[in-house]
């Protein structure tokens, strides 16, 4: 099985969202992915591709992270998806693994996402609070580990931090 990674073009636009709403069961994903892209604000959009045929999809947009005057933006990871009939087979780390590379060519030396600490760690993510972050999607008090970070530049941990915000087409918490 080869697995190629290439960005969406236009045509891949319906597919994606088919994608997406069969791999989380609900359009919710697929609707966010649309509005990301119509808001200009889908900085990275990568399909996975076997045979010539979308099997995976992972979407990139612009966090904003502000402490005090000062606001920085990074990428950040979400939503990604697999056809379940393709799941299971490295068609996601692929995805992830492409897309670090596109951001850490841009110049980018952090990567967010919200997501499961025992898939994403193996991909260098580690919990971001302890890094000086907050979201929205931590409450306080409650479990944080699934607020992630990927340091692609160690020199801006202790010089950036703050609380991050996903774009505004993501839904609240």
């Known amino acids: 099985m080869q697995i190629s990674i290439r960005h969406e073009i236009p045509i891949d636009i319906n597919e994606i969202h088919a994608l997406e709403a069969q791999a989380f069961g609900r359009r919710l994903q697929a609707d966010l992915v649309n509005d990301l892209r119509d808001d200009g604000a889908l900085w990275l959009s990568q399909v996975a591709l076997i045979d010539d045929r979308i099997v995976g999809h992972a979407a990139y947009s612009l966090a904003e992270v502000s402490h005090d005057a000062n606001i920085w933006r990074f990428p950040a990871l979400g939503p990604i998806a697999v056809a379940p009939a393709n799941q299971r087979q490295g068609i996601g780390g692929a995805l992830i693994r492409a897309g670090i590379e596109v951001v850490g ?65 993501f839904p609240d918490p």
């Open 105 to 169: 060519d841009a110049g980018f030396g952090l990567l967010f996402l919200v997501g499961h600490p025992g898939y994403y760690t193996r991909f260098g993510f580690q919990p971001a609070v302890p890094l000086g972050f907050s979201s929205n999607w931590v409450k306080p008090g409650g479990s944080h580990e699934h607020f992630m970070a990927l340091v692609l530049d160690q020199s801006l941990i202790g010089c950036v931090s703050g609380h991050m915000r996903f774009h505004g087409a």
